[in-house]
Structures are given as C-alpha cells and as structure tokens.
C-alpha cells in the first residue's frame, strides 16, 4: 500500500540563505518579499540562520513571530553532512538523537514535516555497508516520529551515500518498503547522476512531501577541484 498524505503545494522560502542578523528579522524579510511559508534550518554544523543552537524560549519567540506575520512553517531542515553512515558509531548516534530532537521540536510547534539527508561517506566502507548504516539510523528515527504528526523524508543529494534513484530505491529495500518513508525532493540533484528528474517523480511521487526548487548546472570537473 502507498503512502497517501496531502497533495499540495504552496511556496516558501529557506530562510537559512538570507542576510539577516537573525531568524525573526529573516522571516519579516521573508513576508515582506511575499512568501507565506518558510522553512527553517534546524543543521546541528550550520553556521548560517538556524534553530538548533537556540533554547526553548529564542524558539519560541521565532515560531511566535511567524505566525504572528501569518507565515506557516513548512519544514525544518535537518542536514547533517556526516553522521548517519559514520563508521563511528558514536557519530552515528549522536546525529540520531539531534534529529530526534528536532523531531520533538516540530511536535511541540505543529511544525508538519524534519527532512534529512544520508549525508557523506567518511571512510571507504562498500556502498552497501554505506547503505545498512544508513538505514540503521533512518529505522531510529522513523520509529522515532511514529505516533506524532510529524513527517520525516529523506532528500536524496549528489555525492551523499544517498543521491539518486537507485540508491533511494535500495534505501527504500532495507526499509521493507514502509509507508512512513517519504522523500523531500529536490530535482537539481539529478543532473549530477545522468538521471532525469522526472523519473524519480513517476517511480516514487507518492511518496514526496516537501521539495526544494532550483536550477544546477553540471560543469567539467577540472583538475583538484573537489565535489
């Protein structure tokens, strides 16, 4: 059976990329440009706007100010680069139970939907021993939200243990296909793969509940250049 939720679809805006000295002047920017929805970072290693280093009062004032601008919170954004595959399993744990957190945060603020990513390979284990780890934390952490209205969904990114069709699809596998898998999708990661965005719409559609909008461009890779 395939996961059935809400399908539709209102703007908003990352709120983390603008220029503000902080969230509340960044979501006033965000309302005055016209956006009623925002998504806000909630990255434990970003050092842009974020909610993760706020207590619970500072939070509280910034959800506090959205609504009260009339601009509903579309999602947080839980990205950690390295964690959920770490061969340390220290790490790995750690970077469960922040999303854990998170997971409580956007509970406690009727925040819909925590989107995470796989994040990078740190060592040179097999992809499919890659893979197992990254199912290992995702199981915490789906079990995790079960029972709350929150929505968790992975977003498949280039060069992450995690970054196109095949990958999902071997992630989804190890997760016994369960219904409470969803994706945050964002096309631009596509081109990267040689794979066409669209396909993963028709192979997986139902099962997306936030995207990112964007355009990338895939250039030559040059000589030292990094990923």
Avoid: W
């Amino acid at each position: 059976m395939k996961p059935s939720h809400e399908r539709t679809m209102e703007q908003g805006l990352l709120i983390s990329f603008l220029d503000a000295k902080d969230l509340i002047v960044a979501m006033e920017i965000t309302a005055e440009i016209g956006y009623r929805h925002c998504e806000i970072s909630v990255c434990p290693d970003d050092s842009r706007l974020n909610q993760a280093s706020l207590d619970g009062d500072a939070r509280k004032k910034t959800i506090d100010r959205a609504r009260a601008l009339g601009m509903g919170i579309s999602a947080v954004k839980c990205h950690i680069y390295n964690g959920y595959a770490d061969s340390d399993p220290s790490v790995q744990q750690e970077s469960v139970d922040h999303t854990r957190r998170m997971i409580d945060v956007c509970t406690l603020f009727d925040i819909p939907v925590c989107h995470v990513v796989s994040g990078v390979a740190e060592d040179d284990a097999p992809q499919n021993e890659l893979l197992d780890r990254v199912a290992e934390s995702m199981l915490q952490i789906l079990e995790h939200a079960k029972g709350t209205p929150v929505k968790v969904g992975l977003e498949p990114v280039f060069f992450y243990v995690i970054g196109n069709f095949a990958q999902t699809n071997a992630l989804l596998g190890r997760l016994d296909n369960r219904e409470d898998f969803l994706i945050n999708y964002d096309p631009s990661h596509f081109p990267y793969h040689e794979e066409a965005a669209e396909d993963f719409i028709h192979a997986l559609g139902d099962r997306i509940i936030h995207a990112h909008s964007k355009d990338a461009l895939v250039l030559p890779v040059t000589e030292g250049a990094k990923p």
